[in-house]
């Protein structure tokens, strides 16, 4: 059984139970300006995230010829172009309901930055990954010239 998440826990454990809370009748609404920054932003962030679901796709393709290393490589990078393109397209529907609806715009907005935490994560894990590699691979060289 999944938990009831809510948009105002600041909790970074995701397996912690939460409660949902409903928005109330004083929920904020963002006025005209406002929501002509979030319809921008929701159009930026559905073209990249379209871009990356292609790319993704792209990247797919690199399965049908090479070694081992590129066919993993391809899916890999196939895989998290992807995930991040959904992630990114999701969040900006939430967004665009910021605009195109009234009465939920703090909760549309929350559902949004889900979505955004969740594509941030991933890129804190690969970069932490990607340095780990690299100073292994320093390790190495500064080894092997000695």
């Known amino acids: 059984m999944q938990n009831a998440r809510s948009w105002n826990d600041t909790s970074d454990d995701e397996s912690a139970p939460r409660t ?13 300006n406002q929501n002509s920054i979030f319809s921008g932003l929701a159009s930026a962030m ?3 995230g379209t871009t990356s679901i292609v ?8 399965v049908l010829g090479g070694d081992v290393f590129k066919i993993i490589s391809a899916l890999v990078q196939g895989a ?4 991040v393109g959904l992630w990114l397209r999701k969040a900006a529907s939430s967004i665009d309901h910021i605009v195109t609806t009234e009465g939920n715009d703090v909760s549309n907005l929350m559902a949004a930055m889900v979505e955004l935490r969740k594509v941030y994560r991933l890129q804190r894990v690969l970069i932490i990954v990607a340095l780990a590699i690299m100073a292994v691979a320093f390790v190495a060289v500064l080894a092997a010239t000695k």
């Open 55 to 62: 790319l993704g796709l792209v990247f797919f393709l690199g």
């Open 46 to 48: 559905r073209f990249v």
């Open 20 to 32: 949902q809370q409903s928005p109330g009748p004083t929920d904020y609404e963002f006025d005209s």
């Open 80 to 83: 998290l172009s992807l995930v």
